[in-house]
């Protein structure tokens, strides 16, 4: 980074005081309606996020993300014979951008993936013989571990996002007697708190019987503030029979304000719960569906409609349907799972009409169910007031279900399901298939249809849209490679431990402790090219605290991960500059202090090794910048302080004084507007100390009056 010194001189110098009132015109964004609240994920299969129709399916699963995939695997340890997990991200042509294996300790399972903008969230278990951790990890957008936290659960069966950026996670705690335990945790994964705190909470609901949670959801107010959750899974304590429908309404704080069971005489389950809206789009209710077992033994997708206070309603305006019922029921014989209910898009709400027919737009939501005995995903189509519009039987294309997380789709389409068909061989095509609700009839420029009739919409629809892949990319080499490995005679060492020494291909000599052939613990290692490292080693790499020193005088002593530089760390010069903060795959990334040898300081943010985000730049004599950074330069909005007592505040462009600002002097002058190069430019005004103001053009510093075209002239004075 080039760091200069900063100046400022003026032709003239006038006596000026601030008197100036910036009033800024603020746009208030419009409240946030209740259809548009934070993602929820959960797992309707029982205890799944995906169900796989062939057995090929099991040991993987993709799972969109945006415009990109994430492709999750299992991977064991052939000298441990632990299972990791694996991710990679794939793009949408199949290639891959990044390829992660979360080396955890135990026999790891996925259970749920929340998917965000650019990363996600994970759930795992972990077993260590009869010991099991339940782990929620949170992935950035490069596949890297931002933070992991062990909670104190048997399981987790729902995630949801929050609208102060954190989660709210729901599962069970308790073996014999199983109750629900709700943990609300802030963006960095905390969850312990003193005194009564909305953004951090643990709160387990206790009663008789088991109660396990489906899903969970985040409420917001006509104005986006957090006003709650409702929640829907099943109890079998105090019930009309097995188990009932279980629904649970939160305030902010995780305190329970009702809760209550419905059900019959046989077993019913509450899967996912979505809210209930009247035409201002205030939440009058909620819808909740499930399954129920039949007096035939089929087990059906079952619904009801409960209001604010919990209590079973007929559907709102139920006097303008087909019927009054306050239970729907929905499946032929043999077995139906609810998978989705999810509210329609925005479109389908308007009025719309196409060559000349009047369609009226109906709100309500999309319900999903799956038929196990003939393979076909269930789509019914409600209105707001429970009248069965349509609904389509479509046949599951690929090898399994994937209920993804779900996010607010376009005016007009909606994705709901996801299924991927995994190819038998090397070479082969991966195919994505996405189950998407839209409005058909897209009507582009036609010239053999009215121009009255042009760009509308018509009719609701339903189909899977395909997307195929490249398998090259899928394959998995370190699976092949462990596998032909197994096949050698000779075998890797899996046992033995002590002081040794390893000889690397590229003639590297490591001098340290092992275990089961492996560098593990305090070692130290040589390579050909003069660089030497000593530290902490775990699986052949470096992992932990070390020190790492260059031919060429660089030396790093800090935080290493996996081979690299990762964490705190600090780096040193042999010209004198030193650097010490977070390091991210041998990168300056993160916060933290760097410093010339001509006493130039910079502390604040970095990425990808330029100072990048908030930070303070300070000079040796006094001056100093405080502001937005990019490219490792001083760029976007900050301040910049002399030590004689002049400051200017407004916009930066590679740490000069560009854009829209005010600078002022220390007897209180000051002038607002543009500049240009750190001098005055453009129109603005000048402020003396006796409120006297001065509206005009400037140019260089210099005043060339009201008229914008004097700006040109200037040079011809």
Request: aromatic share 12%; glycine share 12%.
């Amino acid at each position: 980074m080039d760091m200069l010194k900063k100046t400022l001189t003026h032709p003239f110098k006038i006596a000026i005081t601030l008197t100036l009132l910036l009033f800024i015109l603020m746009v208030s964004a419009e409240a946030a309606s209740a259809r548009d609240l934070p993602a929820s994920t959960f797992l309707p299969f029982d205890g799944q996020q995906t169900y796989n129709i062939k057995a090929k399916a099991g040991e993987k699963a993709i799972y969109p993300m945006g415009s990109n995939y994430i492709l999750m695997s299992a991977q064991e340890d052939v000298l441990t014979g632990e299972t990791d997990i694996k991710a990679q991200q794939l793009d949408i042509n199949g290639k891959e951008l990044w390829n992660k294996v979360y080396e955890l300790d135990g026999m790891d399972t996925l259970q749920i993936m929340h998917m965000q903008s650019g990363s996600f969230v994970m759930a795992v278990n972990s077993r260590e013989g009869s010991k099991n951790t339940v782990r929620l990890l949170q992935i950035g957008s490069n596949g890297e571990i931002v933070w992991q936290k062990d909670l104190p659960l048997e399981n987790i069966n729902t995630i949801a996002g929050t609208n102060d950026d954190g989660f709210v996670v729901a599962g069970t705690v308790g073996e014999d007697d199983q109750d629900i335990c709700i943990i609300k945790m802030d963006k960095d994964g905390a969850w312990q708190g003193s005194g009564r705190n909305a953004a951090k909470w643990k709160k387990t609901c206790s009663d008789s019987g088991d109660q396990q949670a489906s899903q969970i959801i985040q409420l917001l107010d006509e104005d986006g503030y957090n006003d709650g959750y409702i929640l829907t899974g099943y109890t079998d304590g105090d019930t009309n029979g097995g188990r009932d429908v279980y629904i649970m309404r939160l305030n902010a704080y995780g305190e329970v304000k009702w809760a209550k069971n419905y059900g019959g005489s046989d077993d019913d389950q509450g899967t996912t719960v979505a809210v209930a809206e009247d035409s201002d789009e205030n939440i009058i209710g909620f819808l909740v569906a499930g399954n129920t077992i039949t007096k035939k033994g089929d087990q059906n997708i079952y619904m009801i409609y409960v209001d604010k206070f919990g209590y079973l309603k007929s559907w709102p305006g139920y006097q303008r349907a087909i019927d009054g019922d306050k239970e729907r029921q929905f499946g032929d014989s043999g077995e139906q799972l609810t998978m989705l209910l999810m509210p329609v898009p925005d479109g389908f709400k308007d009025s719309r009409k196409s060559r000349g027919e009047d369609i009226e737009g109906e709100g309500g939501a999309v319900l999903v169910g799956y038929s196990a005995d003939n393979n076909t995903a269930l789509v019914i189509r409600i209105n707001e007031y429970g009248k069965v519009m349509w609904q389509k039987n479509l046949t599951v294309p690929g090898d399994n279900l994937v209920v993804p997380t779900p996010v607010k789709g376009e005016d007009t389409s909606q994705d709901l399901l996801y299924s991927v068909a995994y190819p038998d061989a090397a070479g082969q095509i991966l195919k994505v298939s996405t189950l998407q609700i839209y409005l058909e009839g897209i009507v582009e420029d036609d010239k053999g249809i009215p121009q009255k009739d042009q760009l509308e919409t018509n009719y609701e629809r339903v189909q899977w849209l395909t997307t195929t892949l490249s398998y090259e990319a899928l394959r998995d080499i370190s699976k092949e490679i462990k596998d032909l490995l197994k096949k050698q005679a000779v075998v890797p060492l899996t046992a033995g431990s002590g002081r040794g020494e390893i000889e690397w291909p590229d003639t590297s000599y490591y001098l340290g402790n092992l275990i089961i052939g492996k560098a593990d613990g305090e070692g130290t290692l040589v390579f050909p090219n003069g660089i030497w490292y000593k530290g902490a080693w775990k699986n052949n790499m470096f992992n932990g605290q070390g020190y790492l020193r260059f031919p060429t005088g660089e030396n790093y002593t800090g935080d290493f991960k996996d081979h690299m530089m990762n964490g705190s760390g600090v780096m040193k010069w042999p010209t004198g500059e030193v650097y010490a903060g977070e390091f991210m795959n041998n990168m300056k990334h993160g916060d933290g202090i760097f410093k010339w040898t001509t006493g130039v300081e910079y502390e604040g943010s970095f990425a990808q090794d330029q100072a990048a985000g908030k930070g303070v730049i300070r000079w040796p004599n006094g001056e100093r910048y405080e502001g937005d950074m990019a490219g490792g330069t001083a760029t976007g909005q900050g301040a910049y302080y002399f030590p004689s007592g002049e400051w200017y505040e407004g916009e930066f462009s590679s740490l000069t004084f560009s854009g829209v600002g005010v600078y002022h002097w220390p007897d209180g002058a000051c002038y607002v507007g543009q500049f240009a190069n750190d001098r005055l430019s453009g129109e603005g005004y000048y402020i003396w100390p006796n409120g006297v103001q001065q509206w005009g053009y400037w140019k260089d510093d210099r005043y060339v009056g009201i008229n914008a075209e004097a700006l040109k002239t200037l040079g011809e004075w």
